[in-house]
């Protein structure tokens, strides 16, 4: 290489350097820029912030979680697929009630043992009204499997001819935690006597 290619090259990577650092100082007098001027900064800031704001999408997380649970039942001992629960009609004033639900155990429930339970009759008065059993065969413990299962109810003799809602009041036994649950109403109409 002889001298004038060499100066040659000289000013080649020497204009090369310039053009460089000409670029590095703008490109960081614009994050300068941009960091001081904008809402870059206050975003940059919360990047050191994330470890506590993850903590509450957590808690919101969870809140949402209980709730699709409770709406799809998964919270319960029992699930009863919508509308299929009828009474065996026509009823009349001092008839027994014959209730079919149709019933499984949720995954929760699976280990809970139904200790108790106690029909509830509500007439035009809106006033819950106990039953009684009218067998006193040992409590049916259902599975995990949709059941029908009947049940023969002695409705109490205070109640009103015409529209007549009725559900179950259980207790469940889980692991020593007694947990109550309610079935889902169905209505039938009461009939006069007569």
Known sequence: MD?????????????ELAKFAVRWMIGALTV??????????ER????????????G???KLDT????VASATGADRVIREPFGMAYIEEPVQQGQNVVLHLF??????GEGCQLRQWVPLFR?????????????????QQIGTDLSRVRIELIPPAALYPGRITVQLQLQ???????IPEKTKPVAYRLLKKG
Do not use: H
């Not at 300068?32 to 900064?41: A, C, D, E, G, Y």
């Not at 007439?123 to 409590?139: E, F, H, K, Q």
């Not at 469940?172 to 007694?178: A, F, P, R, S």
């Open 3 to 15: 001298k004038t290619q060499a100066r040659k090259a000289g000013k080649f990577f020497g204009d």
């Open 32 to 41: 300068v820029m941009v960091w001081i001027f904008t809402p870059v900064k």
């Open 44 to 55: 940059a800031l919360r990047f050191w912030e994330l470890p506590d704001r993850v903590d």
């Open 57 to 59: 999408f957590e808690t």
């Open 64 to 67: 949402v979680t209980k709730a």
């Open 103 to 108: 019933v499984q155990r949720t995954e929760l």
């Open 123 to 139: 007439d035009v008065t809106n006033v819950d009204l106990p039953g009684m059993r009218a067998s006193s065969a040992p409590i």
């Open 172 to 178: 469940y036994d889980c692991d020593g935690k007694l």
